[in-house]
């Protein structure tokens, strides 16, 4: 590969600093500022947290650790903590008003241009190939979905908009249910994406026995046969812990959605409509999408067979950026970056799939796996244990791929995000496995 130029990887942080902002300016826009302080729901931050809160995680990287400057607001970082303050309590922090918080980001971010214009893009590895402005750009693009998230969970009218998804492409009903993936070795995690995050690293080979993987993710349509067959009350289906949440919280669907005569209607960002049943599923936890799975005689996949999945390419053998390739993601090959506020129809972005004709492994919703969150072997916590370390173990299930919520700049083939198999107000689907040989 060519050496990057200095110029071209300024341009690329520049840009995706300012499309995270874009994204930010949307999200906190739309709504007055007593919506900006309240708390739409005790799972989430107010708006007005999650703002200061970027433009903090900014100033402590970019301003501070990257371009050694004097701190600008050393006070408010223990206000911005996340480890400090969990999300129930953060209503009752001193925190920045609305104007106050949007002056501190912008101040912040003035400053980070000119130090982005000043620092060499090599050297150290929080520097190299502009690193920690990559981060930092991920990590507001992640508070961005956490933020739609909020939106989603917000009751009254509905401030947000956006056009429909494509339609599902005309050769869907005609797809095989399911590919087969031969077993065999192949490359997980990467050591060469310049942004990837310290969870992703480093390259390693993992070998994994033939299995088949759905075409397509789990639509609203399968789902409902197994809420009609009373999935939800059969106790074969699942664990103990799922069945405790089930039974606890009288669980009998995905989360918004509401019984209506003899149908099923759903509430997004503010609009009711009926379940669409040819989109993904979304808005279940891990419990319940692990239950359709043994409902349906299947279960979901571990993290790798969906990384080799979307990855690795049985022509050549390498793995890949992405199902379609290395080129960056595209409007026409996956639904990311809040373009749409839904996910697209199974069977849409066929320029998307895999060599093996697997779709919408990138966007649409999060794809829960059935792996725990853990290290790759030579794992090394970079820049701070907080990002992913102290996240590692068998508490949180890995979810892959990426939602129409998240940003490119955040979403990639090797990308991990994580969760509390308990979680459901978060943008995930599933799609399901099998073993091809008996074990
Ligand atoms: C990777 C999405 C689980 O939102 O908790 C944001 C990302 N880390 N600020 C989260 C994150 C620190 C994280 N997830
Ligand atoms: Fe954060």
Redesign the pocket.
């Given at each position: 590969e060519p050496e990057p130029d200095p110029a071209a990887l300024r341009r690329r942080a520049a840009e995706a600093l300012r499309t995270a902002r874009a994204r930010t300016h949307s999200l906190t826009g739309c709504v007055d500022g007593p919506e900006l302080t309240a708390q739409h729901s005790p799972l989430m931050s107010p708006l007005v947290w999650d703002l200061a809160?970027i433009g903090n995680?900014e100033e402590q990287w970019l301003l501070r650790a990257v371009g050694g400057r004097e701190a600008l607001r050393p006070e408010i970082d223990s206000v911005y903590d996340?480890f400090e303050h969990p999300r129930a309590e953060r209503p009752r922090l001193p925190l920045l008003a609305p104007a106050e918080a949007r002056g501190y980001v912008a101040d912040v971010r003035d400053r980070v241009l000119d130090v982005l214009e000043r620092v060499p893009l090599s050297g150290t590895p929080l520097l190299a190939a502009g690193f920690a402005f990559g981060m930092i750009a991920q990590?507001e693009q992640?508070?961005d979905?956490?933020m739609l998230i909020t939106h989603q969970l917000r009751r009254g009218p509905a401030v947000l908009s956006a056009p429909e998804p494509p339609m599902a492409a005309p050769d869907t009903a005609s797809l095989p249910a399911e590919v087969r993936v031969e077993g065999g070795p192949f490359t997980m995690g990467t050591s060469a994406e310049p942004w990837a995050l310290d969870n992703e690293r480093p390259a390693h080979t993992r070998f994994v026995p033939a299995y088949f993987l759905d075409t397509l993710p789990v639509s609203n349509g399968a789902y409902l046969r197994f809420i009609e067959d009373g999935g939800y009350a059969d106790d074969r289906w699942w664990l103990p812990a799922g069945l405790e949440q089930v039974r606890r919280h009288g669980l009998a669907a995905p989360l918004f959605w509401r019984r209506e005569g003899t149908g099923w209607v759903r509430r997004r960002f503010g609009v009711e409509e009926p379940v669409p049943l040819d989109e993904p599923v979304l808005h279940v936890s891990w419990y319940e999408a692990a239950a359709y799975a043994a409902w349906a005689g299947r279960r979901l996949p571990t993290e790798a067979e969906w990384e080799k999945a979307a990855r690795h390419d049985p022509g050549s053998g390498r793995s890949r950026r992405y199902p379609w390739g290395d080129a960056d993601p595209a409007p026409g090959l996956a639904n990311l970056g809040q373009r749409h506020l839904r996910p697209a129809p199974v069977g849409a972005y066929a320029a998307g799939a895999s060599p093996l004709g697997v779709r919408q492994l990138i966007g649409d919703v999060w794809e829960w796996t059935s792996s725990d969150f853990l290290p790759y072997p030579g794992f090394r916590a970079f820049p701070y244990r907080?990002?992913s370390e102290v996240?590692f173990g068998e508490a949180h299930k890995v979810l892959r791929g990426g939602s129409f919520a998240v940003d490119p700049v955040a979403c990639r083939g090797t990308f991990r995000?994580?969760?509390l198999p308990v979680r459901r107000q978060i943008f995930a689907g599933f799609r399901t496995a099998r073993d091809a040989e008996p074990s």
């Open positions: 809160h995680q996340a990590h992640q508070h979905e956490t907080e990002y996240f995000n994580w969760d």
